[in-house]
């Protein structure tokens, strides 16, 4: 079991940066697979980013080159930081943690509670 909680969101203005965190309580994360999704109004649960052991990590086409997740094992916190941020990343963001390497939310059987990210025009 593991128990997830995300931070770090809030209002920024259209080309700013966010950093948000997930902190892990119960077992250690460096088994699982980590990975950001997001949830805009109206809209479906979508991947934003994975990561899994030191370096494989996978973005969405619509984050690439502006976000990176990272993770510390031995803080048991992943992190996802969000530069050049645009109206259209508005939404929820949810920390996850599965067992396979996969952009499908179903792959992932924990999830924290999500964080509000609002970027203003």
């Known amino acids: 079991q593991v128990q997830l909680v995300e931070s770090g969101g809030g209002l920024v203005q259209t080309g700013g940066s966010l950093r948000l965190s997930c902190t892990a309580s119960g077992r250690t994360i460096s088994s699982y697979v980590m990975g950001w999704f997001r949830q805009a109004p109206g809209k479906e649960r979508e991947f934003v980013a994975n990561?899994?052991?030191?370096?494989?990590?996978y973005y969405a086409d619509s984050v690439k080159g502006r976000f990176t997740i990272s993770r510390d094992n031995a803080k048991k916190t992943v992190y996802l930081q969000m530069n050049r941020l645009n109206t259209e990343d508005t939404a929820v963001y949810y920390c996850?943690?599965?067992?396979?390497?996969?952009?499908?939310?179903?792959?992932?059987?924990?999830w924290g509670q999500g964080t509000q990210v609002t970027v203003s025009s």
């Open positions: 996850a943690a599965g067992s396979r390497l996969s952009h499908s939310r179903e792959e992932y059987g924990y």
């Open positions: 990561s899994w052991g030191a370096i494989i990590t």
